[in-house]
Each structure stands twice: as C-alpha cells, then as structure tokens.
C-alpha cells in the first residue's frame, strides 16, 4: 500500500472513530462505552423501516436499566421513544390499556394509581421501559407484570412485520420470557396491553409492604397508598440510580431442588427459602451473597451496596468489564460457600 493510501484511510478511521457517540447516559449503571450511532425512535413504522432496510448490526435499548455494558460496540443503538397510554376497553370492573414500548415504566404505575386502577402498584419506581418489561417479567413485592399482561405487539426483526404475542406465547417465569430464550433479539417490543382492576384486591403478602402499612395505620390501602409504601420501601433499601450507578438486582434468586435445599438447611437452618413449584425451592440471593461478606464491601470503582447484597454498584468510573469481574467474584464464593450457582439477572453485553 501507497504510504499516503495508509495515511488517508487512518485518517478516515479516526474521522469515524471520534464520531462514536457515549453510551453513558443510556445505562443505569453509567458506564461509558462507545456504540455507532444512537437512534431515537418514535413510531413502530420507523423501527419497522429500520430493520427492513438494515445492512449493519444494531441493538435496542430501553431504559438501559438492566444491562451491564463491558466493551465498546461495533454497532448503532436504537433507544426505543414509543410513548402513549391509551385506555382501548372500559367495563365496569376492568380497563384495558396500551402502552407505548417506550414509555417510563414507573410512569405507568403512577398513571395507574392516579386513575385508581390496581394490579402493578406493588412495582412502583422498578427502573426501566415498558417494552422491557416482559423480557425480564419485572416484579416486585408479590407481583409479576405477567399478572396484569394481556398481550403485545412486536416488530419481527427479519421481515419488519406486526406480530402480536398472548400471554401464553410469551412464556413468563420468574424474571424469565420467550424473548430470554427462543425469540432472544428476534422481535422488538412496541406495545404491551395491560387490565387494570378498578376495585383492587391489594397484595400485602410481603412482609416490609405489611409492616409499613401497620405502621402508618392503613389496613385497606387505596391503589396510591400501596405504591406510596412500596416507593418508601425502595427508595430506603435501593440506590437512586441517577445518584449511584446501579441495575437494581444483579442476580436471580436461584432455585434449586428440594433434595439440594434439605442438606444445606441442615448445614445453614436460618437460610431463607421461597416454595417454588414441585420438588423446587427458591433461595434468597442477597442472603447467599451477604454471608460471603460482600454487603457494603467496595473493591476499586465498585461494590455491593450496603443497604441490599443483591445489588451492585458504580462508586464512580467503574468499567463494566470490572463489574463483571467482581461479579464473577461473588459468583465463586457463593458457590464454593454454599454450592449454589448465581445466575446473572442483567443483560452482559
Ligand atoms: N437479605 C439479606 N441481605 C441483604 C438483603 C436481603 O440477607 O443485604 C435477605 C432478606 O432478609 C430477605 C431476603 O434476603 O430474607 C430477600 O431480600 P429482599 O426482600 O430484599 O428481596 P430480594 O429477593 O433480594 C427481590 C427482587 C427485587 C424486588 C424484591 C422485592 C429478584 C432478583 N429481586 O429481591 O427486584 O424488588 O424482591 O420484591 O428477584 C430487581 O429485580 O432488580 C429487583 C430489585
């Protein structure tokens, strides 16, 4: 090659290279890492456009609330902006409602108890999208969001055609979905239908929920109240994201047999433990990880928060390569601590 060829085509690469946009404001955990381009999208016709005429790579992203980013990427992001709350079927106990992929999920949940409809409020303040929240099927204090779910509407990555899911395709378990496994970055979400109860059943099952409410003498909570108690209780045992780097849980609870779970009550009796299905039983992660010692524990840029061992977080300039490593870290001694394998509940990318 001429030298002056290898010099221009430095130059064109660098001329690219500077033009790389930072994805530090796209994640919870803050960390910045170079993508292509970011794309805000605002309509299912334009992500339908998109990926009809795509010739290059490209990921999407939510809220960036469950993801670890831990390497530059060769690839655009498409941030998904579809807002929109619509009521489309009132009864006089039920309302149907569609979502935007792209609205704020707690906004929803604050939407909803503004208009005193029940079924998500036990998920106040859970970071992320709405378009999200299948994937992973959010829940917190006793509910899922598959509990409200009735159906959504995706865009088919390979053809840029509708395709609606029910509830049944999208086969929902505990932070689990088809979208984990078998239709893994086939489809993206731009709608999801939730039924919202006008005279709620509120679920109080959960201890801290139960507590507070005692203590602040409600006994049949209002749809508001509820998520005002959950709000409370999160907002004292979870990082605000937007002051300390963080993407909530960073492991699953996981669940082990019945057979396994005897022996290590017999070694541990204190261990918490869930029922969960036949011959299953779920353990508490943060406890596992907790009495390895890791609560509060900082190692350079990163750590687990002290108010919550589940959670692991950004001190500062954390690279999400070293998260990943002190996640590794805590995923040996758990394992060598109680035989247990953690599996991660964010997204490593
Ligand atoms: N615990 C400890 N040490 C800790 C924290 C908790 O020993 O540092 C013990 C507690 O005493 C309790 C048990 O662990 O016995 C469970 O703790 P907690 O009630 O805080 O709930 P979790 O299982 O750690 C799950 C979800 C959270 C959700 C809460 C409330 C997962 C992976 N996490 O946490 O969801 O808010 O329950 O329902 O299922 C998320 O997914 O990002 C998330 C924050």
């Not at 469950?66 to 039920?94: A, F, H, P, R, Y």
């Not at 999400?320 to 758990?334: F, L, N, R, S």
Request: proline share 3%.
């Amino acid at each position: 090659m001429h030298e002056s060829t290898f010099y221009l085509i430095l130059a064109i690469q660098t001329y690219f290279w500077i033009l790389r946009e930072n994805l530090k404001k796209y994640n919870t955990f803050g960390i910045s890492v170079f993508c292509n381009n970011i794309y805000h999208v605002y309509t299912e016709s334009d992500f339908a456009d998109y990926v009809k005429l795509a010739k290059k790579p490209y990921r999407i992203l939510g809220g960036g609330s469950n993801v670890l980013l831990t390497q530059d990427l060769n690839e655009d992001i498409l941030v998904n902006n579809i807002k929109g709350i619509q009521i489309i079927e009132e009864g006089d106990e039920e309302v149907l409602i569609e979502v935007g992929g792209g609205e704020i999920w707690h906004q929803l949940v604050m939407w909803s108890a503004a208009h005193q409809l029940g079924g998500i409020e036990n998920m106040a303040l859970i970071p992320g999208s709405v378009g999200a929240a299948p994937i992973q099927n959010i829940g917190a204090y006793g509910i899922e969001q598959k509990d409200a779910f009735v159906s959504l509407k995706a865009i088919e990555r390979s053809t840029g055609n509708v395709v609606w899911f029910t509830k049944e395709q999208c086969k929902f378990g505990y932070r689990d979905s088809i979208f984990k496994n078998e239709a893994k970055d086939k489809f993206i979400i731009v709608a999801v239908q939730y039924l919202l109860r006008k005279n709620t059943q509120p679920e109080m099952g959960y201890k801290d929920v139960k507590e507070l409410l005692t203590q602040r003498g409600i006994v049949n909570p209002s749809v508001l109240e509820l998520a005002q108690a959950v709000i409370d209780i999160r907002e004292a045992k979870l990082p605000n994201p937007a002051v300390i780097g963080n993407a909530g849980s960073f492991f699953k609870n996981p669940v082990i047999p019945l057979s396994q779970f005897e022996k290590l009550k017999y070694s541990f009796p204190e261990i918490p433990n869930y029922p969960a299905g036949e011959g299953q039983i779920k353990l508490a992660a943060a406890w596992l990880i907790d009495q390895c010692g890791f609560k509060g524990r900082r190692q350079g840029n990163t750590g687990s928060y002290q108010n919550q061992a589940l959670v692991i977080v950004n001190h500062g300039d954390a690279s999400g390569a070293e998260i990943w490593e002190y996640a590794k870290m805590i995923q040996h001694d758990v394992k060598e601590k109680f035989g247990v394998e953690l599996e991660a509940e964010v997204n490593v990318w």
